[in-house]
């Protein structure tokens, strides 16, 4: 097996599907191996607290505590103060659990206390016995903006939850004048292989490459990407009506490696999904709601990635 | 029934004695007579949550949703966030119920929105159909901080749960640059009756009468008081103790009266615990656990506060 050093390869990550993959990545690899670079651009607040969806998901999934269906919160987690606040008249658009909030609670009062988001999910990942090195892209906020046909703008997780992405996207925007970590950045510089995982490529992977020195970075390295899209369809969330609002492409594999463009050196579809490009495009099985098919499929991306190196 | 007038009593009151001889007064004297000005010196955040242990019982008692024998939080509370907290490393030495955070929740964000203590109180008391008016004592921190004989200063719920009260008062100190509200100076300046409930003197009084022109305004005012102390014992809290501790006389309806010493026309203690004093004394069963209890002494204490006015 390759990819054994300290560091060796570093998964760019955002919601389900990158979580799957990197629990998948972080099976197949030796300690240390691994460094996953997690989008913040879903961050918002709520009730007056720092809610980080796409580090959280990730955090809960390598601890063994994520649902195998839904894709958000824990698995058992109860709503006690959720309903107590809707029964005082809180909308109950979020569905926070009690057990999640304890993350939230612990992540804003070290915030306040003046520890940066790197230092914070360090401290949350080891109070959640997950040893993984997971790296917010940033320190800084940088809140991805859905602008709708409508013309209103709205904040990620507003347009996702509370709308239920019903709205129709005209643009995505990454605001706030925000920079990759020095952590982060070190990790891309010292990477023999980057991964971009399954995510929502204009949600969850944009804010990452977006940042000054990512894209640069990514591009002077060996990289694969695997499909969010299977057979036409998004595996989670909202991308198959995307990609024709943004693109004007119809919803495939082929889209989203045409999105990454010169970036990737092998992207990974589904049996089936294949298509013609530039770079090598491999076929095996993507679907990885179970934890042995995610450790299969990270174990063929690094055979894959050996070869292609 | 005199004191019908809006805003014809104002009830000073901290923790749980106080807390449900104002349930009492509040079925006792129609809609909109009664204020309550609660002390605000045990306020402290925890979990960066602003938490206000004096206004939160006296709202869940006059909500119903108090316990009878407990004198923190809500009946039938579940404790899901804190054990998920403890789980991941909190020492759990304050018990954080989930439908008690609900109100923390709400108070700390409004707070951060800009809003005063007064304006979030009425708004929490709106969410929990509390009617009556509650007035914390001032908008601005003025923490309560216990001196141990041991040389050691703590904030009040420190020593009080933190310690279990274990630690030899030296003195009791009020703390921060606060002023009463306008409101509670207005409640003051309008009252017929003022009632200092049977709540601690030194913890749960003193911080309100502390506060610039309350205690003149006080002075001014037929006033009339209920023994925290029944039989040398205190009702609830760390009284009985203190009481030596910071006057050296033994625990007492007697001491605290003269703790109050000018302020008082009346005082009211439990049977068999009436003393000669230049003000009236008055012997009645002031034990009020249960409801039917809390109105009785209520309508007493408005029928004694008649005959004295």
Chains 1, 2 share one sequence.
């Not at 209103?152 to 019903?166: D, G, K, P």
């Not at 894209?215 to 998004?234: D, H």
Request: proline share 5%.
């Amino acid at each position: 097996m390759s990819f054994e050093r300290s560091g060796a390869v570093v998964a760019l990550a955002g919601g389900v599907g990158g979580a799957r993959l990197v629990d998948g990545l972080d099976r197949a690899l030796p300690d240390g191996a691994l460094s996953v670079v997690v989008n913040t651009g879903d961050d918002f607040r709520h009730w007056g607290l720092h809610i980080s969806p796409d580090l959280d998901t990730i955090m809960y999934t390598l601890a063994g505590l994520a649902p195998e269906e839904r894709g958000w919160g824990i698995e058992g987690d109860t709503f006690e103060v959720l309903e107590e606040r809707k029964r005082r008249g809180d909308a109950g658009w979020f569905q926070l659990g009690d057990r999640d909030l304890a993350t939230h609670l612990s992540r804003t009062a070290a915030l306040a206390g003046g520890e940066s988001m790197t230092d914070v999910t360090e401290l949350l990942s080891r109070s959640l016995s997950v040893s993984r090195r997971l790296l917010p892209m940033s320190d800084q906020p940088r809140p991805t903006l859905v602008v709708t046909k409508g013309g209103e703008t709205l904040e990620f997780q507003q347009w996702l939850v509370r709308t239920q992405a019903s709205l129709p996207v005209a643009a995505i925007e990454h605001a706030g004048d925000a920079k990759a970590t020095p952590e982060v950045l070190d990790a891309l510089e010292r990477a023999e292989l980057v991964v971009l995982c399954p995510s929502n490529p204009y949600v969850s992977i944009d804010p990452i490459l977006s940042l000054e020195g990512v894209r640069e970075a990514v591009l002077n390295k060996p990289t694969l990407g695997v499909s969010p899209i299977v057979r036409g369809s998004a595996v989670k969330g909202p991308l198959a009506t995307m990609i024709p609002e943004l693109s004007g492409k119809e919803p495939s594999a082929r889209a989203v490696a045409e999105h990454y463009g010169e970036l990737l050196d092998a992207f990974v579809v589904q049996d089936g999904d294949r298509f013609d490009a530039a770079f090598r495009v491999f076929e095996t099985n993507i679907l990885i709601r179970k934890r042995e098919d995610r450790v299969r499929l990270a174990s063929e991306l690094l055979q894959l990635a050996a070869e292609i190196r």
